[in-house]
Each structure stands twice: as C-alpha cells, then as structure tokens.
C-alpha cells in the first residue's frame, strides 16, 4: 500500500539541531497533509506541526520559533528541522500523512514506525 519511512533521529545536546525527514512511497494518488507528532514517555501523543497544500504550516505553541516544517511534493518528502532543542524534546517522533491511494482513491491516514530523538541537558 503506503510505507512512510523515517529517518534524522539521535541525541543532541541542548541548544543543538537534528533534521528529520520522512518520504512516502507506494500507492499514492495524492497526499493532503503530512505532519509530525511525538510521544514523549508517560505522555500522549501530540501534533508538533502540520503542513497541507495551499496552508500555512501549523505548530504547536512550545516549538514555534524553534521548529520547522517544509515538504517536498516531488519526492513525497516531509521535513522537520528542529533547533533550539530543549531536553523536554525528548520523545518518539512519528511522521503522519492523509494520502488518497492510487488503488482504491480513499483519503486515509498512515504512520512511520517512528524515530527517537534524545535532547541531553
């Protein structure tokens, strides 16, 4: 069907950078949005940032700032660049889409498996 495939996770020390990435592939008709979330341990999961076609990006308030997302519609590709991190970063961040496949043109969301990134204060 559709594979979101991440990658840019590590430990960073405070005041650092990571960039993230996650690129779509498989039965894509058309994606309407792709965004990060991340669940941090004991907590739920929460939207960072969103980014859909012919909308601003959207951010959570604690990355604003600090955070941002861009897409590559040629590659199927979304990016978070990340800086200014801050040890409450720490989290398991998961690559969201809303993509309509190509086989049976449904709109549905996906998930990647998931990247752990580790601010050390």
């Known amino acids: 069907q559709v594979q979101l495939v991440e990658s840019g996770g590590g430990l960073v020390q405070a005041g650092g950078s990571l960039r993230l990435s996650c690129a779509a592939s498989?039965?894509?008709?058309?994606?309407?949005?792709m965004g990060w979330y991340r669940q941090a341990l004991g907590k739920q999961r929460e939207l960072v940032a969103s980014?859909?076609?012919?909308?601003?990006?959207n951010y959570v308030d604690s990355v604003k700032g600090r955070f941002t997302i861009s897409r590559d519609n040629a590659k199927n590709t979304v990016y978070l660049q990340m800086d200014s991190l801050k040890p409450e970063d720490t989290a398991v961040y998961y690559c969201?889409?809303?993509?309509?496949?190509?086989?049976?043109?449904?709109?549905?969301?996906?998930w990647g498996q998931g990247t752990q990134v580790t601010v050390s204060s």
């Open positions: 980014i859909s076609s012919g909308s601003r990006p």
């Open positions: 498989g039965s894509i008709f058309s994606i309407k949005a």
């Open positions: 969201n889409a809303l993509i309509t496949t190509s086989f049976n043109k449904n709109l549905q969301e996906f």
